[in-house]
């Protein structure tokens, strides 16, 4: 019975602690802020690892392993693996997000990134926006010199660089060495297909194209189609005055050419100058004579003599076989020089007559008020009037006027002459006398003398 009484005793002593009773157990408050007291010492709860988490009666509490750091009241592992780092309690895998530390995007780091991952706590891009390419942790532009990457020089990767771009990252060639040219980002070998260009073809690019080269991209001819040949690097055509070469001239390397035309690089001959004919054989000029006379070679008859392919009377040394008679050329108006030179046919404008004088034509007589000069009819002036282009104002008399007819006309007289009028209207300048004083008709009175134009008394000077 004593028993039960001293243990509901103990069980009341113990309950009246728990619930209203002062714990004298209770640490004490520690001065510096964020600390409590455990164990009679003032620690801090957010990095102590014996006491990480310790409310203020250092209660709730979690003692960190040995692996472990307290860190903001939480236990977290002390080291993470080399490819991790610390984010909050927990080691989070480095990534192209999260390199070497939460929150670090590679894509806001390095200019330029497109992919890539993160090492040794550092992006490291493998894939760079267009326009650029990795290289030392970051990004870099390209160029001719780092195209596509750093090392890529285009000088290097297109056989027969010169100059051009990175496109893409990419090199685009615009200009090869010599002897090749761009195709397809590549330079390519220049030929009579391919002449400075891909699909440039000398054949569609030189007219009468048939051999050759390409050399320096421009095509070099060497031989061209029939009836053409080489001038110039290009191909002319063949005609009488280039005649299988340039400036090989029928008239002057086929002798007694007059006309024909050129065929296969060679002059074929349709008509010969005088004095020779076409040799049915040959095809070429041969002389006339009176054995075989044109181009049927007729033998003439004793006393006829052969001239234009025909058997005819001789003619003088100055003259010629026109319309089938002998005619003087050196004064044939009609025959000047030659059969059918006429002269009036060559009769500048204005002009009234020509002759024929040793066989040139001359020109003798111009239309009215019209005058001869330099081969030509121009219009009479005061300073050339006539056909001897005389100069009226270089005349003593002459005040003014004009030139009418070849002549020089006054309408007003200088100094000691009067304009003498007839009805012909060619007024002329005579002297004064004193029945024509300063014009026409005008009398001196008796006793009067005329002087200066006009009219004076007799007047007697004393000494």
């Given at each position: ?28 408050a520690c001065?510096t ?5 455990c164990?009679?010492?003032c ?30 009241g939480?236990?977290?592992p002390t080291?993470?693996e ?19 530390e ?12 497109k ?10 891009p ?29 000088s ?12 893409g990252?990419?090199?685009r ?9 761009p ?34 991209a ?11 040949h ?7 055509l ?9 400036g090989?001239?029928?008239?002057t ?14 002059c ?10 076409v ?12 054995a075989c ?7 003439c ?41 006429d ?21 003798t007589?111009?239309k ?6 330099d ?20 005349k ?68």
């Amino acid at each position: 019975m004593m028993k039960k009484h001293i243990t509901l005793a103990l069980s009341i002593a113990v309950l009246l602690g728990v619930i209203g009773c002062d714990d004298d157990s209770k640490e004490p408050a520690c001065k510096t802020e964020g600390y409590v007291s455990c164990n009679g010492t003032c620690i801090a709860p957010k990095t102590s690892n014996q006491f990480c988490g310790a409310n203020e009666y250092c209660e709730n509490f979690v003692a960190c392993k040995d692996t472990e750091t307290c860190f903001n009241g939480r236990c977290r592992p002390t080291n993470c693996e080399p490819d991790e780092h610390h984010y909050d309690v927990v080691c989070e895998k480095d990534s192209a997000d999260n390199c070497g530390e939460h929150g670090v995007k590679c894509a806001e780091k390095v200019e330029g990134w497109k992919s890539g991952t993160c090492v040794d706590k550092t992006c490291i891009p493998d894939a760079c926006t267009a326009g650029l390419h990795p290289f030392e942790k970051g990004c870099e532009a390209d160029d001719a010199e780092h195209c596509g990457s750093h090392d890529t020089a285009c000088s290097n990767e297109v056989s027969g660089w010169s100059d051009g771009t990175c496109e893409g990252g990419k090199c685009r060639v615009s200009v090869c060495q010599a002897g090749l040219h761009p195709y397809t980002d590549a330079c390519e070998s220049d030929d009579t297909d391919n002449c400075g260009a891909h699909d440039t073809s000398c054949s569609l690019t030189v007219n009468g194209w048939v051999s050759g080269d390409c050399k320096q991209a421009t095509c070099m001819v060497k031989s061209c189609a029939e009836n053409m040949h080489v001038y110039e690097n290009a191909c002319e055509l063949d005609d009488v005055e280039n005649c299988g070469l340039h400036g090989r001239a029928c008239a002057t390397t086929v002798a007694g050419w007059k006309s024909g035309a050129c065929a296969q690089g060679t002059c074929k001959i349709l008509q010969c100058i005088d004095g020779f004919h076409v040799d049915a054989g040959t095809g070429e000029c041969v002389q006339d004579t009176s054995a075989c006379c044109g181009a049927a070679c007729t033998k003439c008859a004793d006393g006829l003599v052969c001239a234009g392919g025909e058997c005819r009377t001789q003619c003088k040394d100055n003259e010629a076989y026109c319309n089938n008679e002998c005619t003087n050329i050196e004064a044939s108006t009609a025959n000047c020089g030659e059969c059918g030179h006429d002269c009036n046919a060559e009769m500048p404008e204005n002009a009234q007559t020509m002759i024929c004088s040793d066989s040139a034509c001359v020109l003798t007589a111009c239309k009215d008020n019209y005058h001869i000069a330099d081969k030509a009819c121009v219009p009479d002036t005061e300073t050339a009037c006539g056909k001897e282009a005389t100069d009226c104002t270089e005349k003593e008399w002459w005040d003014s006027g004009s030139c009418k007819n070849g002549k020089c006309i006054p309408s007003t007289c200088k100094g000691d002459y009067y304009l003498a009028q007839n009805n012909s209207d060619e007024n002329k300048c005579e002297p004064n006398n004193d029945l024509n004083c300063g014009s026409q008709g005008n009398a001196c009175a008796g006793g009067q003398q005329c002087a200066g134009g006009r009219c004076l008394g007799n007047t007697i000077c004393d000494d």
